[in-house]
C-alpha cells in the first residue's frame, strides 16, 4: 500500500528552524517527484518547494526561497524539508505530495496521486 507520512511539525518562535519529513513507503521513492505543499486557514494551498526523483533539481516558491532547503535520501525513501528563519506567516499544515513518475519540477497538485495526512507547523511568539 503506497503511503507518504510527514513528521516534524510543531509551535515555535520567529526566527527558529524547524525539519520536516516525509517518509514513502509501498513504492520506490527513487522514480517520483515530491513536492511539499502548505495550506493556511482561509487560504488557498501552496505549493512551496519540489525536489525531483534523483535530486537533479530543486524548486521553491517566493516566499520561501533562501530559508528552505529540500532534500531526499532515496536509499532511507525519505524527503526531508529544513525551514530556517521561521515567520507567522509560515504557519501552516505542511503536506507532502507525489508527482508522476519521472517528471520535472515544479508539478500542479491536481497531478498528484499520493499525499501525506500533514503536519501542524505553528510560528507564534
Not at 41 to 50: F, Q, V
Not at 52 to 71: C, E, L, P
Not at 89 to 113: H, M, N, Q, V, W
Request: charged fraction near 15%; glycine fraction near 10%.
Amino acid at each position: 500500500q503506497w503511503a507518504l507520512v510527514e513528521s516534524g511539525g510543531g509551535l515555535v518562535q520567529p526566527g527558529d528552524s524547524l525539519r520536516l519529513s516525509c517518509a514513502a513507503s509501498g513504492f520506490t521513492l527513487a522514480w517520483y517527484p515530491i513536492a511539499w505543499f502548505r495550506q493556511a486557514p482561509g487560504k488557498e494551498r501552496e505549493g512551496i518547494s519540489c525536489i525531483m526523483n534523483s535530486a537533479q533539481m530543486t524548486h521553491y516558491a517566493d516566499s520561501v526561497k533562501g530559508r528552505f532547503t529540500i532534500s531526499r535520501d532515496n536509499a532511507n525513501q525519505t524527503i526531508d524539508l529544513q525551514m530556517n528563519g521561521l515567520k507567522p506567516e509560515d504557519t501552516a499544515i505542511y503536506y507532502c505530495a507525489r508527482g508522476p513518475a519521472f517528471t520535472t519540477c515544479p508539478f500542479d497538485s491536481k497531478l498528484s496521486d499520493l499525499w501525506g495526512q500533514g503536519t501542524q507547523v505553528t510560528v507564534s511568539s
